[in-house]
């Protein structure tokens, strides 16, 4: 028995909680113990019945103010041109009719792209890409939205409004403006959103220029032409401004960076080794199958890249699917771009044309029959033959004759050469391509395959328990192999103490390594014992996306930040004033994440190949 009660006296509204194990530590036997419970639960009773209640003076209650954010967002700005005259020469109601017009393309393409609408002010429109979900590519997306609002008015025809933006990446702070009835949730301050507004009048109509800042995170993305630096009203300093002229066909950032030089490999010697060791047996006709996994930024497609280089001089074909977080629910989205790359399209909408090339690299490989052309003329958008599959469409047979053509045209090119599949970034694969690399895996055997995916921690593979998979964990860099890093990053020789700064933050993972040097080398101002190095504009994405996705927890991760990079987990839950329990959860969360490390395990210990 454990009654509960809470006595009350005329001075104080509570006292401390009485159970029955309280009576029992005072040595009071089991009859007693329950009739003095009884006793006080009457008299807490007859008090609650008989006390007249004390009215209180009335004290105005205040909401506590939502805390504001700090974030890097890059912001959309997007204009309707010459609305000024517009307004003129239109009858009230038809220019609120062009405006909503305008309004709504807008609304759907942010939304597809996953940014948030900020404001909309009169003939603009605000977006924000960064919040309140931060992605990696929140830069690309923004561009990208611009484009595709341009193509959207253009759809409208020539009733449709004409329109321009401007686009930029900077720090601000997001938070409630106003007072009372008039708040306004999620606002944003910050220049970001003024140079954007300021960028889109440098812009010609129907186009979209960026700011320097936005150009070094979608570098190699998007086809530019610079308009050199421009004075921006209320702008101090000029600003590097870029027109946009089209998306590249860069599938990633490898790709996108071509031409450029790569940073030095270091540390792999020996994962490159057991890859290349499978790639032989492969060869050979023992089909093989790597799952690569690692954190994000720990060098999993940099060691790829590195493979498929050495892979130059080997006659072989390589079948890249590059699977995307904007694409995770497009079916088979990375076997169509494949194609798309593979046959040579460049934006073509002629389907008689496509066709045509489509049947003549099935020919090639003497695959040139309906039962392959058709399924994958409907892969890729063409209309079907309509002597081919007869009666009303079936979906079901349409899928099974689409995965049925793929599996036959990656038997077909294996027995030519060697072929290499390649599965960038598992972590973002669709269901309709998991099923088709599974069906690869089930076929291999006895085929010249070698399957190479490479995936984040999360990634739990579903075909690993039924094909001969091998993963193939990726560690952090080593201090000795960080500082090796950091000299072959680095155009000149950093300080000591600049260089332990460096070897400390970085923690042996190599993209923060490279980001974070070159960031201290192109301020050697600061280059001071003591200086504190600024987190880069090009990881302050990816380090928000992931807090983000450990949103339940974020305000355990701030709290543990404040106290340093190594804290003691009772003076965490001491400061955080959280419950124990929770905060507990959130340290096991922390390790599986790989966000923080216990003290007896070490980051850099390497795992036995």
């Avoid at 009576?23 to 009859?31: F, I, K, S």
């Avoid at 686009?167 to 970001?192: F, N, Q, Y």
């Avoid at 490479?454 to 960080?482: G, Q, Y």
Wanted: glycine share 8%; net charge negative; aromatic share 6%.
């Amino acid at each position: 028995m454990r009654t509960r009660c809470w006595l009350r006296t005329s001075n104080s509204t509570s006292s401390p909680q009485l159970t029955d194990a309280d009576l029992m530590a005072a040595g009071l036997p089991v009859g007693a113990r329950k009739r003095l419970l009884e006793a006080i639960e009457r008299f807490c009773d007859d008090q609650d019945t008989e006390m007249p209640s004390i009215s209180q003076p009335t004290v105005p209650v205040t909401e506590p103010p939502v805390e504001a954010e700090r974030r890097q967002l890059t912001v959309l700005f997007c204009d309707v041109v010459g609305s000024t005259h517009l307004a003129e020469t239109l009858d009230a109601e038809d220019l609120r009719s062009l405006l909503l017009s305008f309004q709504k393309v807008c609304a759907e393409v942010v939304q597809r792209r996953e940014g948030q609408i900020g404001l909309f002010i009169g003939d603009g429109v605000t977006a924000y890409f960064g919040y309140p979900r931060a992605h990696e590519d929140s830069a690309q997306r923004a561009v990208q939205a611009g484009l595709d609002i341009m193509a959207g008015l253009t759809e409208l025809g020539t009733d449709g409004p004409e329109a321009r933006c401007g686009v930029h990446t900077g720090p601000v702070v997001i938070g409630e403006l106003g007072v009372g009835e008039k708040r306004l949730c999620d606002r944003i301050v910050g220049e970001a959103p003024n140079i954007a507004a300021r960028l889109q009048a440098f812009a010609p109509p129907g186009s979209l220029v960026m700011s320097e800042a936005t150009l070094r995170l979608v570098e190699g993305f998007f086809e530019v032409d610079p308009l050199g630096p421009q004075m921006l009203k209320g702008v101090s300093a000029p600003i590097a401004i870029y027109r946009v002229l089209r998306a590249s066909a860069a599938p990633n950032r490898f790709e996108a960076r071509s031409g450029q030089s790569l940073t030095p490999l270091v540390g792999r010697e020996t994962e490159l080794g057991f890859l290349t060791r499978r790639w032989e047996n492969a060869m050979e006709g023992e089909g093989q199958a790597v799952l690569l996994q690692g954190e994000a930024g720990i060098g999993k497609s940099r060691l790829l890249q590195t493979l498929r280089m050495q892979l130059r001089e080997v006659p072989h074909t390589e079948i890249i699917f590059y699977c995307s977080p904007q694409h995770q629910t497009s079916a088979l989205w990375p076997a169509i771009q494949h194609l798309h790359r593979a046959l040579g399209f460049a934006g073509e909408k002629d389907d008689v044309a496509g066709r045509e090339r489509l049947r003549h690299f099935l020919g090639d490989l003497d695959l040139d029959s309906a039962d392959l052309v058709e399924p994958l003329a409907t892969l890729l958008g063409f209309p079907s033959d309509p002597g081919w599959n007869t009666g009303p469409a079936d979906p079901e047979h349409v899928r099974r004759a689409v995965f049925a053509a793929l599996s036959r045209l990656t038997f077909a090119v294996q027995r030519r050469n060697p072929v290499l599949v390649v599965v960038e970034d598992a972590h973002w694969i669709d269901p309709s391509t998991t099923e088709l690399v599974g069906q690869m895996l089930t076929d291999m055997a006895s085929q010249r395959l070698f399957v190479l995916l490479t995936a984040r921690p999360e990634f739990r593979a579903p075909w690993s328990n039924s094909s001969p998979m091998v993963t193939l964990p990726l560690a952090r860099l080593s201090r000795r192999e960080t500082e090796a890093m950091i000299r072959g990053v680095a155009p000149y020789d950093l300080p000591a103490a600049m260089l332990a700064q460096l070897v400390a933050k970085t923690d042996g993972v190599p993209l923060f390594i490279e980001e974070l040097t070159k960031s201290v080398a192109e301020s050697r101002s600061n280059l001071g014992f003591g200086a504190v190095i600024e987190i880069p504009a090009t990881l302050q994405a990816a380090l928000h996306a992931r807090l983000d996705r450990l949103a339940p927890i974020r305000q355990i991760i701030q709290v543990a930040a404040l106290l340093g990079r190594v804290f003691d987990a009772d003076l965490l839950i001491a400061v955080g004033q959280r419950d124990a329990a929770a905060v507990k959860r959130a340290l096991h969360d922390l390790i599986e994440a790989e966000l923080i490390y216990p003290r007896k395990n070490p980051h850099c210990r390497r795992p036995t190949i």
